[in-house]
């Protein structure tokens, strides 16, 4: 009798090995991989819980046969959500939603189950908790459709075939790493089985034209645990981000099919669950310390909606050899380079000095845009005088120390004329493509450095602030 053949795959990323090994050599995960008996195919995997058998030649259409004009996308009642997915939930799309553990992934899922089941049938499907525990959730949410059913197993094969023979409108799974195929031989959570599940449920929801929310885990380093070709096997991949211990929760899409990647939407968890934040501008500046130096508003761009973030820097004299530099939410190898600009052009000094820098409100600023409100910030701090509170700047600093155009700027200056802001610093090259009296705030243009630094020390003497001068 043939020896049954042994191999062994890394559970972080799928590779596959003849025998054992302490670290994965294509990812570089330890003590990752795992033995892996061989994989019973059988027909209800491959079909995907599909039971008809309809040739390839029946299915071939015409791109021009093809409607659109019905309507396929559900309205989840919640707004924040319908723009990060690109104007609702599209029929027979497939939807991974991850984030860390107490984030409010199954929160904001049970809180569409109440709009939804007004006029559609949700299937909810936990492997994680029992129905008395998701009932105490739904009565702490107000949620009280009676339109909403609940199945709590773990068999993938079983929930295809149950949502095949149900058909209901909207399906939601929570989670895809405890589901399992009892013809596989690996445990729930593994790279075939989350691999195998994700691609059985991926087939019903576009037999079936049923929409399905799959929860996913994360891993440490903030991916989606996982093989990484359920990602690509899913329509959309949306990441809730955000500290659990504040309120402020940010939804992200990092894939999307049906949509822009690059919109976003911002809740706020309360005691009854998520509440959309309408205005996100108006709540991370709320709060905002006045009078204080190391402080300076820069609006960011996150798809088509402007935000308005605080920036904070601080820097303090160093008892370490080699002073620290600490980055959260900006660039980490940005804050050497913006640094060194303002050592070397501007002539000020940070080598035996500690630098800290913060986005407030947990948000991320990636875009060069928020380079000039950065160098602000660090030399209001350096000099331990504050900004005006009706000061905001954006633009892009180069190495010899210019600030170079960026693009919205329309939507920026709007969004601060919105909220009060008196002054906007930008370049000077985009404010000569303005049109000035379009707006009612005050627009410095600034070619480098030197030039904005001028500007809020007058902007300092006309209110009578205490700003150095350089």
Known sequence: MAKTKIRYECTACG?????????????????????????????????????ASVSAAAQIRELADISTNEDIRYDTGIGELNRVLGGGLVKGSLVLLGGEPGIGKSTLLLQICQFLGQSHSVLY????????????????LGVDTESLYLLTITDAEAICDTITETEPDVVIV?????????????????????????????????????????????????????????????????????????????????????????????????DHGLREVENPSAMLLEGRPLGVSGTCVCCMMEGSRPILAEIQALVSKSTLSAPRRTATGFDYNRVYILLAVLEKRMGLFFGALDVYLNIVGGFRLDEPAGDLAVALSLYSSLMDKPIGETVMAFGEVGLGGEIRAVSNAALRIQEAERLGFTLCILPKQTLRTLQTERFHIRLEGAANLKEAFQILEREAKQSKSPIASI
């Open 15 to 51: 590779a596959e090995y003849p025998k054992w090994n302490g670290r994965c050599a294509a990812c570089g995960a330890w003590n990752s991989i795992e033995e892996q008996l061989p994989t019973v195919s059988t027909p209800t995997a491959s079909v995907a819980g599909t039971k």
């Open 174 to 270: 929570d989670s895809v790493q405890t589901l399992h195929i009892n013809s596989m031989n690996s445990g729930a959570g593994s790279v075939p089985q989350v691999r195998e599940c994700t691609n059985l449920l991926m087939h019903t929801a576009k037999a079936k034209e049923i929409p399905i929310f799959l929860v996913g885990h994360v891993t440490k380093e903030g991916s989606i645990a996982g093989p990484k070709v359920m990602e690509h096997i899913v329509d959309a991949v949306l990441i809730f981000e955000g500290d659990r211990y504040q309120s402020c929760r940010v939804l992200r899409a990092v894939k999307n099919r049906f949509g822009s990647t690059n919109e976003i939407g911002v809740f706020e968890m309360s």
């Open 125 to 140: 499907v936990s492997g994680e908790e029992s129905a008395r525990q998701i009932k105490l959730r739904a009565q702490r």
